[in-house]
């Protein structure tokens, strides 16, 4: 049975690689503009920032810093930066607990996520909420929520009171393989598809749900299909390449945009780590993990292609990953030395 | 022998209704299934269906006639062969008629104590300019107004629910909302409770003030998840910086024969959580005033109706803007031997109580909690250190109740005052059963309020 399974999964992480082209095969392959240099530079910054971040994390985690659960997005890079170059100022971003990537994204001072790690007065939600709940009205992200499926009608929400408005954002609601088999997930595309609501699905799947895959969990396994009762479009992206994503977030934003209702779109994508710190992963293979990361790394496939293109050298490559050192640096320096929240926090921000 | 046609219970809780409409005339024939009239209820018109053939003999009750209850014989049907004539036993027979026992408490085990009798008199709210104007208002129409009022105040209010739209609500308590306000700002939803409470938590949290009515409470269990993991902790989770400021509103508690899933009172589920505000509104009074402040409160809160009180009337206000502070409790009435303290439908058992009370010269401090979290203790023991005895009402499961909670933080803070044990006049601990006594059982009535009270203040 587990050699079965590991077969299985072998054979996904292939088609990961493929999934551009295995989507094509029923609908019309999305054309992956080439991004510009300047557009590279920021995908590889600003992926690395995540990666160099979620690094940072991961060591404060194992010195006792950082309490509780920790669910880091190492792998999957692509997406929130891929989603974030195509989307406007205003568009709203809700997601689970899996979230750093999402504010760095967002435009969060790592500083205050990083604090807000490790509890302290200095972090996003002064120490209160934790590595799963953070929030930002200013920078229109909406959180950082510990129970599965549940931003999906809180992220429908977001729409909805953005057709209300009239204001022409468009709400971006991420959520994972796993949470597509919660219910309130259904019950959110219908009424999204009903009102024609400005909300693209983002579904992250990294092919497992905590440490059940996806064929263990889910009766169809193409979850781009799973808005099809509904009438709502959806695809397969390759979440592991960043111009595929934009490529892909840039329609189904327009989609919405333009009155449409809601659009799927299902990142391929994979987690490196364990499902949180404390996750050994012992349900897929070493192999598996290292073949992704080496084959398939969403910085490593920037990284080739500037120095492919003579867009940037090696050294100037390295210089961006030490100025992105020193940010997570100067991030994790701050969430050691800023105080715990003063105790009389206890009792505020409870009721308005 | 000539058929009487009884006047049809049309709804769970209906007691009584309009006769509207004659469709029939007497002397028309009538098939079982033929339209004869049409009923007007507090909730919507029916057409009464004939069951069995023959001509319209008489007509007993006129079109037109109000607060015809329940089981009266609204007319006569001849059958096949009988004349007129036949009518005249019959007839006189049925004009002695018999409107049901009406659905009292039982009355007082004991016989009333041969004390003098005690003045027990309603106290003025103090919410409430002396000299103002009253209107009788049904809860129903207070709850209305109080929306429509914070609609036209506020662009950001809408209201969303099942058959809150079209249907003019399941209760009827959105009634003409859609007309006014049209269908972006009343939005009829899918039965998709999880999904629209999560929906309007995220458009709360986006700056609408969404106003979610559950067709019962019982319902909000599917939602809540929402209520809670989203609607009441985020403020704290996001360290201010966003909140949910809502309102969940919708008839909860026992109905009327409707069984076990479709009979619950929640105020003690959502009162045990903070980040939520909890209201429980007795009178039509509170459900305007307090409304209003629940629609402009910038927390989630949490506003506990009753079906059963929904076609009650009492004195509104005739005022511009009346709200009501959420957190405050009100005397009911002034009185000195004892502290009965109740909130929603179980003031009506307080209040009966009372009066019967005051006949044995028993004079009963009622006090109407109207929030339930924030819990105004603060009235409660005041009271109590003016009579020393204390009994709470409610309709919800003893255990873990908000009177639990009450009987606490009274023996911890006036422990001193207290001259009896507080006692508690519940729900049973039963899941609701549907047949009529055994529900009448379930509840709690007038005379389990009356035995406490005596009880406390050691009255045989």
Known sequence: MAATARKTTGTRSKSAGRSRSSASKSKAAPSIADFSKEEELEAYREMLLIRRFEEKAGQLYGMGLIGGFCHLYIGQEAVVIGMQLAKKDGDQMITGYRDHGHMLAMGLDPKGVMAELTGRRGGLSKGKGGSMHMFSKEKDFYGGHGIVGAQVSLGTGLAFANRYREDGRVSMTFFGDGATNQGQVYESFNMAQLWKLPVVFVIENNKYGMGTSVERASATTDLSHRGASFGIPGEQVDGMDVRAVKAASEKALEHCRSGKGPYILEMITYRYRGHSMSDPAKYRSKDEVQKMRTERDPIEQVRNRLIEKKWASEDELKEIDKKVREVVNEAAEFAQNDPEPDPSELYTDILL | ?460
């Open chain 2, 1 to 460: 022998m000539p058929i009487e046609i009884l006047m049809p219970a049309l709804s769970p809780t209906m007691e009584e209704g309009k006769l509207a409409k004659w469709v029939k005339s007497e002397g028309d024939s009538v098939t079982a299934g033929d339209v004869i009239a049409e009923i007007e209820t507090d909730k919507a018109t029916m057409e009464v269906e004939a069951v069995d053939e023959g001509t319209l003999g008489k007509i007993l009750v006129a079109e037109g006639t109000d607060n015809v209850k329940v089981n009266t014989p609204i007319a006569m049907l001849l059958a096949d062969g009988e004349d007129a004539s036949a009518l005249e036993g019959a007839a006189a027979k049925a004009e002695a008629p018999a409107a049901p026992e009406p659905t009292e408490a039982p009355a007082p085990s004991a016989a009333p104590a041969p004390a003098a009798p005690v003045a027990s008199k309603p106290a003025a709210d103090p919410d409430i300019p002396a000299g103002t104007s009253m209107v009788s208002t049904t809860v129903r129409e207070a709850l209305r107004d109080a929306m429509a009022e914070e609609m036209r105040r506020d662009e950001n209010v809408y209201l969303m629910g099942e058959e809150v739209a079209e249907y003019q609500g399941a209760y009827k308590i959105s009634q003409g909302l859609l007309e006014e306000f049209g269908p972006k700002r009343v939005v009829d939803t899918p039965i998709t409770e999880h999904g629209f409470t999560g929906l309007a938590v995220g458009a709360a949290m986006a700056g609408l003030r969404p106003i979610v009515e559950f067709m019962t409470f019982n319902f909000a269990m599917q939602a809540i998840d929402q209520i809670i993991n989203s609607a009441a902790k985020t403020l704290y989770m996001s360290g201010g910086q966003m909140g949910a400021p809502m309102v969940f509103r919708g008839a909860n508690g026992a109905a009327a024969r409707v069984g076990a899933q479709h009979s619950q009172d929640y105020a003690a589920w959502y009162a045990h959580v903070p980040g939520l505000k909890v209201v429980q509104p007795y009178s039509a009074a509170d459900a305007k005033g307090l409304l209003k402040a629940a629609i402009r409160d910038p927390n989630p809160v949490i506003f506990l109706e009753n079906e059963i009180l929904y076609g009650h009337s009492f004195e509104v206000p005739d005022m511009e803007d009346f709200v009501l502070p959420i957190g405050k409790a009100k005397i009911e009435r002034e009185g000195s031997d004892v502290t009965i303290v109740s909130w929603g439908i179980g003031m009506t058992y307080a209040v009966k109580a009372a009066d019967e009370l005051a006949g044995m010269g028993i004079s009963a401090e009622i006090v109407n909690m109207r929030s339930i979290r924030p819990l105004d203790i603060d009235t409660v023991i005041e009271s109590v250190k003016k009579t020393g005895r204390l009994v709470t009402v409610e309709e919800a499961f003893p255990v873990c109740s908000v009177s639990s909670e009450i009987g606490f933080q009274v023996q911890e803070r006036a422990f001193d005052w207290l001259d009896a044990p507080v006692l508690r006049v519940t729900g049973k601990d039963v899941p609701m059963p549907y047949a009529a006594n055994l529900e009448k059982l379930a509840l709690p009535n007038v005379g389990e309020v009356i035995d406490a009270v005596k009880a406390v203040t050691y009255t045989s």
